[in-house]
C-alpha cells in the first residue's frame, strides 16, 4: 500500500518559502472581515456547520479511495495553515459525484466532487478550488445570510434553539435554517457578489501560499468549454464564469501575480489522482 508521507506534508508547507509569501499573507489577511465574533457565536457555527455537513453527506457519499482523500486532505490544510480562521479545524472531503462541483459549510467542513476533480489539471488549481470554498468559511457567508449567532439577543439565532431544537418552535426554525443552507448549496448558490469576494480572497490565499493565483479562473473557464458542450451537466449554483473571471483577471494585472512566479504541482497532482 502506497502512503503519503510527512516529507510530502512538508514539502506542502515548504510552498511559501518559494514566494513573496509574506507581502501576499499581509494582503490577504487585510481581506479578511476584522469583526471580532464571541466564542458562542463560533461556537454556533461549528455546530451549525457540523449539522449542515450530515446533511451533505445524507445527500452523496463520501469517496472511497484513501489515498485521493488523504492527498486533497493535505493540500486543504496547507491552505488552511494561513487562513485568518485559526479558531477552525479545517476538514476536507471527496464527494463521490459526476457533479462539477464543490461545497463548503460554516464551521470549516470542505467537500469536493469527483466530476470536478476529473477536469482539474494540476495541485494549483486542486488547491484554487479548495481556496475557495475556504474563503466562502472565512467571511461566514452563510452564517451571515442566516444570522447563525450564539447571542441571545436572537432566540432564534441561539445556539440552543438552532441547533439543539428542544421545543417546537425550536424544532421548525432549526430545519429552516437547515433547509436554507442546503438550499444555497445545491439549488440557489451563492450571491454573485459573494462569488466575486471569495474569488479575491482565494487569490490571495493561493499567492500565500505559493500556488499560482490563476489557476481559479483557469479552472473556471475549462468549466465553461466543458459544460458548453454538455450542458446536462450544469449546475443551478454555477454563476456566470465570465464576470468573475474579469474581476480576477484585473486583481492579477493589480497585484502582479505572474505564473512564473507561483507553483502548479503537475507531476505530484498526476501521481496521486490516478491511484486506485
Known sequence: ??????SFLLALIAIPLLTNAD???????????????????????????????AH???????LTNSH???YVSLVGRSLALHSSRQELEFRFG???????????????????T?????????????????????AHINSRHIVKEL??????????????????????????????AIDSAMHVLFDQGYKVQDEIEADKQAMFLLATTGYDPMALPRFLLR???????????KSPTHPASQIRYENMRQIAEEEHFKADNFLNVKQRFSRYISME
Open 68 to 70: 485521493l482523500t488523504k
Open 223 to 233: 468549466v465553461d468549454d466543458y459544460l458548453a458542450l454538455n450542458p446536462s451537466h
Open 56 to 62: 451533505v453527506l445524507g445527500k452523496e457519499d463520501l
Open 147 to 176: 444570522n447563525i449567532r450564539g447571542s441571545e439577543a436572537d432566540q432564534l439565532s441561539t445556539l440552543t434553539r438552532v441547533i439543539s431544537a428542544s421545543s417546537t418552535t425550536s424544532r421548525v426554525a432549526a430545519s429552516q
Open 23 to 53: 507581502t501576499f499573507r499581509t494582503r490577504w489577511h487585510q481581506l479578511q472581515n476584522a469583526t471580532a465574533h464571541s466564542r458562542d457565536d463560533v461556537r454556533a457555527e461549528i455546530e451549525f456547520g457540523r449539522t449542515i455537513a
Open 94 to 112: 471527496v464527494l463521490n459525484s459526476d457533479a462539477i462541483n464543490a461545497y463548503s459549510t460554516p464551521g470549516g467542513y470542505v467537500f469536493i
Open 1 to 6: 500500500m502506497i502512503t503519503l508521507r510527512f
Open 114 to 134: 469527483v466530476g470536478a476533480l476529473n477536469l482539474v489539471q494540476d495541485e494549483a488549481e486542486l488547491a484554487a478550488i479548495l481556496a475557495h470554498e475556504i
